[in-house]
């Protein structure tokens, strides 16, 4: 999977803050504003093999965690930050791979005349939907260069 911008991560970051300040969810406010600010301050992470997350420390050099579905290594509270943060881009991949398929396939363009947009996407189409869901096992830098 991709790792989207530093700048579509913090955006998805505030939006997630801003309801869980309206619900009152201090713990979620608690692990965002972490993230927020270890994002500003250049976390490094890539993914491994499908859905496991490395994430290098933004406090402790040369320090990395794995972050998985079960759990994050690091010492910190669960759940951390970082598993926050792997709930988070996952949550971005689905929702571009949902944009992309509705793009692929929009509704009304249906031989069966209903709108839920069943047909084969076009052929123009396949390299985008085959690209979002390769794993790449390269570091991103999400912060200040």
């Known amino acids: 999977m991709r790792i989207p911008s530093r700048h579509s991560i913090l955006a998805r970051a505030n939006d997630q803050r801003a309801a869980a300040v309206q619900q ?8 965002l504003d972490t993230l927020i600010g270890n994002l500003h301050r250049g976390m490094k992470m890539r993914w491994n093999a499908g859905d496991t997350l490395s994430v290098r420390s933004a406090n402790t050099a040369g320090k990395e965690y794995t972050v998985t579905e079960q759990a994050c290594d690091c010492p ?3 759940p951390c930050n970082h598993a926050r943060l792997r709930e988070l881009l996952l949550d971005m991949a689905q929702t571009q791979a949902k944009s992309m398929d509705i793009a692929a396939d929009p509704p009304g363009e249906n031989p069966l005349g209903d709108e839920v947009g069943d047909t084969v996407p076009e052929r123009r189409a396949w390299p985008l939907r085959i690209a979002t869901i390769r794993a790449r ?3 991103y830098v999400v912060g200040a260069a």
Do not use: G, L
Not at 24 to 31: A, G, I, K, P, S
């Open 24 to 31: 009152d969810d201090r713990t979620t406010v608690r692990q």
């Open 137 to 139: 096992s390269s570091w």
């Open 76 to 78: 910190a509270f669960t």
